[in-house]
């Protein structure tokens, strides 16, 4: 959670529109949530969870000024909106779990986890999905929309219960399958060190998307399923260095030219 916060969300805002947002404010936020994740539940951690709670907020205004001056919500504009917003979720779940309170009545391992995935299957994956839909297509236009749309079913799944949230893992599947495909794309067009990371970040979600099918199939069908200790070292931790983090790297170095 804190390779989310402190790397892949600075990171990835250097590849937004510069005026959109910049980086130079984040780690006044982001560090106090970092710290909040280390120290015992209590007042001193819930305070810092609030403020990196605010740092998200502003990702929101940032968002909602970006839409009033371009007055146009296009599928890359949703994914853009959607990177822009998922991390208040993750702070809003820290805020509670750092507090003890099982917020909507989610247990404070859910909410833990909660953190990490909006993190990453939120911010991570609507940002890539956004970058790839720079140029125009049908599968960076698909993947625009099914990301977002994917990870918004998923949230409600967690309200609606387990086969609404089987319905959103298989959008967002398909919709990261389309991201790592285009990934793959790029990876065609770069220099050595860019495109092993591209192909690392599109590899790992043949895996890792096929881990969160079989979870969210398996509290509907029954089906096999990994642990959920397993989930988190696998599909998780796939997921935040594998995908996230060379994702975001390949793409600044794409950004900056090098090769």
């Known amino acids: 959670m804190s390779l989310g916060m402190l790397v892949v969300v600075p990171l990835g805002l250097t590849l937004l529109p510069t005026r959109t947002t910049s980086t130079r404010w984040w780690f006044a936020f982001a560090i106090p949530g970092a710290l909040a994740l280390w120290l ?40 853009l909106y959607t990177a822009l917003a998922t991390p208040s979720i993750a702070a809003l779940a820290l805020v509670a779990e ?8 989610f247990s404070l391992t859910v909410l833990t986890l909660t953190v990490a995935h909006f993190h990453f299957a939120g911010f ?5 999905a956004y970058l790839v839909s720079d140029r125009p297509g049908t599968t960076t236009t698909a993947a625009a929309v099914s990301v977002p749309l994917g990870t918004g079913i998923v949230l409600l799944g967690f309200f609606l219960g387990d086969a609404v949230e089987l319905a959103g893992a298989a959008v967002l599947t398909a919709g990261m399958w389309l991201v790592g495909w285009n990934l793959w794309l790029r990876s065609r067009q770069a220099g050595r060190a860019t495109a092993a990371l591209l192909i690392v970040s599109a590899s790992v979600l043949v895996v890792t998307m096929v881990l969160a099918l079989t979870w969210a199939a398996g509290h509907v069908v029954g089906t096999p399923y990994l642990p959920l200790e397993w989930m988190v070292a696998t599909h998780g931790l796939a997921n935040a260095v594998g995908f996230a ?15």
């Open 40 to 79: 015992p539940r209590g007042p001193v951690s819930i305070t810092l969870a609030s403020i990196y709670l605010a740092g998200t907020l502003v990702l929101i205004t940032l968002a909602a000024r970006h839409l009033l001056q371009h007055k146009a919500i296009r599928p890359r504009e949703v994914a």
């Open 245 to 259: 983090l060379c994702g975001v790297l390949a793409w600044r170095r794409l950004r900056e030219g090098v090769r």
């Open 98 to 105: 750092r507090s003890s309170y099982e917020l909507f009545g």
């Open 124 to 128: 991570a994956a609507a940002l890539i």
